[in-house]
């Protein structure tokens, strides 16, 4: 997909703060400092038009970003962040599910776990949560730049094997550093908008 126009268009953290155009929303979903908001600077070709951060906790709204009027980014906080305080990330737990929940235009979650690790307990619950609600999702297995290239079929195997043994959910390799694999997951992102 050709992005010509993209904008960052409002920061929410309940119900009638989102927008109300009901276009399609693509969700980024992920532990903190995984590469939620990178993703959406690499696929839309911007720097930083999502504020990203080499500390975890950066984003801690939800942040709608209108791509050509088609459909929107929706770049969440991360869970896991230990330096947030308890209450905040109950807060921002609340907000997220109250989301998730009541949306009904969220047309894909984009779940992103880091390919180096396996997934943590949070990853689970977070995984198992989507597939419960049946939200369509497909699984982008990021920072592939930081293995060996011959190893990234074989891990991202792995980590499929790991949450979805029944290998009905689609699991892609993905690098917003080297800015590899986004062809696919365009592919990917405009059978779902
Ligand atoms: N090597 C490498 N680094 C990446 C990649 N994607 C993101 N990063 C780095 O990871 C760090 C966190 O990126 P963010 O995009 O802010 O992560 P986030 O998931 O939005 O984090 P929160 O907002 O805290 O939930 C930054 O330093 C990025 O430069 C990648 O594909 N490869
Ligand atoms: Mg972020």
Request: glycine fraction near 4%; proline fraction near 6%.
């Amino acid at each position: 997909m050709i992005v010509k126009n993209p904008k960052f268009e409002i920061s929410a953290v309940k119900p009638n703060q989102y927008p109300n155009n009901n276009l399609p929303e693509v969700v980024l979903v992920g532990k903190s400092n995984v590469g939620k908001s990178s993703f959406v600077n690499t696929m839309i070709n911007r720097k930083n038009l999502a504020r990203t951060s080499s500390e975890p906790g950066k984003t801690r709204q939800l942040n709608f970003y209108n791509i050509d009027d088609k459909f929107y980014f929706v770049d969440l906080p991360g869970y896991g962040y230990s330096k947030m305080s308890k209450d905040e990330q109950v807060k921002v737990g609340k907000f997220i599910e109250e989301y998730l929940t009541k949306r009904n235009n969220i047309h894909l979650i984009v779940f992103i776990i880091d390919i180096r690790h396996d997934p943590t307990s949070n990853d689970k619950l977070m995984y198992d949560y989507i597939i419960k609600n049946n939200l369509p999702c497909i699984v982008l297995c990021n920072k592939a730049d930081k293995i060996a290239p011959s190893k990234v079929d074989s891990r991202v195997q792995e980590l499929q094997n790991i949450l979805n043994p029944l290998k009905d959910i689609l699991f892609i390799p993905f690098s917003s550093e080297k800015k590899i694999y986004t062809e696919n997951t365009w592919k990917e992102i405009e059978k779902y908008i």
